[in-house]
């Protein structure tokens, strides 16, 4: 069983409807990611949470909004999604993290998104 | 055992045979790289990680080889046995991010 905890396991939503997915570890993790995964591709890094505080955002949309309530805990807010943003969206994290931390990251099973 | 000279998206191997996954990273800067297994609706999981100052480590069963010289990264999984059926990743850490290969993904004959 993985030590990064993801839920809900699947979602279904509209358009219009706003959600969230969490994400959760208590390894003693500083450093917290969000990835995006299409079926038969690999994760791509969508954002990094370092100390809690937001260190890097790979130019996405604004209709997705991260949040790191504390050093445990990861949320990804979601509105107004498009199709195309249908995918798997996968939380992992690590010891640390900042430029050359070099640490392995530790991914949860994903919540595997719809978009309708 | 099976072993592929270049990258390729799919590998069969049969039973108890050793398997070689090849990976051709693209930044002659990057100095962290990890070999991630992905099962079918699970996400990636840690197998061996190696450092740019090392050209070969061993774990349980597998080993990763790195050669800096033409950019190129190799799992070695021993005794293949079908639990080992999945997507295998390579990444690579260049700066703060963690880029990940297209994947192969390794059937296990009975």
């Known amino acids: 069983d993985t030590e990064v905890t993801q839920t809900p396991k699947h979602l279904v939503m509209g358009m219009t409807n706003k959600k969230s997915l969490k994400c959760e570890q208590h390894m003693g993790h500083r450093a917290m990611y969000w990835y995006k995964q299409k079926a038969k591709k690999p994760p791509e890094l969508m954002f990094v949470y370092s100390y809690e505080k937001l260190s890097i955002n790979e130019s996405v949309p604004s209709r997705f909004s991260p949040e790191c309530p504390n050093s445990s805990l990861l949320n990804l807010h979601l509105h107004a999604l498009q199709p195309e943003d249908s995918a798997l969206y996968l939380c992992?994290?690590?010891?640390?993290?900042?430029?050359?931390?070099?640490?392995?990251?530790?991914f949860g099973d994903g919540t595997r998104l719809s978009i309708l | 055992g099976e072993s592929v000279g270049l990258h390729l998206p799919t590998l069969s191997v049969q039973e108890g045979d050793n398997s070689i996954i090849n990976c051709a990273y693209s930044?002659?800067?990057?100095?962290?790289f990890i070999w991630y297994k992905q099962e079918s609706g699970k996400g990636p999981q840690f197998i061996i990680d190696?450092?740019?100052?090392?050209d070969k480590r061993q774990g349980k069963r597998v080993t990763v080889l790195l050669n800096k010289t033409v950019k190129h990264l190799s799992l070695q999984i021993a005794a293949t046995q079908p639990g080992d059926s999945a997507v295998y990743f390579c990444a690579e850490m260049d700066d703060y991010k963690l880029s990940f290969g297209a994947g192969t993904t390794v059937t296990v004959r009975a």
């Open positions: 930044n002659s800067a990057s100095d962290y």
């Open positions: 992992a994290s690590s010891q640390r993290g900042g430029r050359r931390s070099n640490q392995p990251q530790h």
């Open positions: 190696i450092r740019s100052n090392m």
